[in-house]
């Protein structure tokens, strides 16, 4: 057994070496140093015996994780606070061993966690909380399998078909003074610019929100990888509208484009579509409105590219139209436009 050796401080430090492995610590007190020295020694003696399960708690994987795994992800920040929120929910196993861990476990978690949140957002934990445990397995060797592979995820909710009608449109543009003929003056202004820039390009509140002057070119404007939702950079192209938005917005604020921080232009939308006696639809809603609108012009790659989509089944997601579309192509018939309903 190491024996602690008292500094100059007056503290206790004591140093432990298990097969080639070393570490040390200073404690306030002889009886800690001793306690922790003894404790560490058996988790390196586990570790070092392909037995890490039995001392590494899930709690432990949730915190190497966020030390290794989360700071090489653009949403790290909001990764470590859904780790401190897991640990706190009462039906999580934070503090169960690893080895004892099991599939019944994390099923009592998930069925808690469906009574307070929707399927979405369990799913989305269950899947983070998956990757922990296979990183744990596969790189630190804490575990022999992951058992959150036998447990069943709720069922995906649909996907959202909701496109903005041409008259909700015009009702909430009005609710924010929006007009191309007054120089933009106020955030509730910009709003309504930024709103028809999304309805013209598909692009989403925080690529908009992000737009900086230095990227927009005469026909489209660049997306650079750490602006984007998928961590790739893209062009969007500009329709003439969309073009005469972004002129319109010229003088508001000296780099971005809209001059509105994301949280304030949901703040905001929100806050004058209920003033303009609108409901059912959102600020993200436009991206499939646009991608309707967009699919009578250009083909399923095009549609891709313009969006970001790395796979064509993401076209199903937000390409809605109705039978009575699709029946006037195939009629020989002009699609009706949006402003003909």
Known sequence: MATPKQTAAGTWRVQ????????AGTFNTKREATEWAARRKAELLAVRSGRAGEVR?????????????????????KELLRFEAFKKHPDFPAKVLLSDLTSEHLAAWRDARLKIRSNGAVIRDMVLLADVLE????????????????????????????????HETRRLL?????????????????????????LQTGMRAGELCGLEWADVRVDHV????????????????????????????????????????????????????ERAGLEGFTFHDARHTAATRLARK????????????AATTRALTY??????????RLSGGAAPSPRSR
Request: charged share 30%; proline share 6%.
């Open 16 to 23: 432990i070496e298990v097969r080639g492995e070393r570490d």
């Open 174 to 198: 009005r609710a924010l003074d929006w007009s191309m003929k007054r120089p933009v003056r106020s955030v509730r202004q910009a709003v309504g610019h930024c709103f028809v820039a999304a």
């Open 222 to 273: 660049l997306l650079h990888a750490n602006r984007t939702k998928t961590g790739r950079a893209r062009q969007v192209p500009l329709t003439p509208e969309a073009a005469r938005v972004i002129e319109r917005m010229k003088g508001f604020d000296e780099v971005l484009v809209f001059g509105i921080p994301a949280r304030s232009l949901d703040a905001m939308f929100r806050k004058y579509r």
């Open 135 to 166: 990183v744990a397995r596969r790189e630190w060797r804490w575990l022999a399998t992951n058992p959150i592979r036998d447990v069943r995820k709720p069922a995906a909710a649909p996907h959202r078909e909701r496109i903005i009608q041409p």
């Open 319 to 328: 390409y809605n139209p109705t039978g009575s579309q699709i029946a006037k």
């Open 57 to 77: 708690t899930v709690a432990d994987a949730l915190d190497r994780y966020g030390e290794e795994v989360s700071p090489r992800k653009r949403g790290e920040t």
């Open 298 to 309: 250009v083909d399923v790659l095009d549609l891709c590219k313009i969006f970001g989509w």
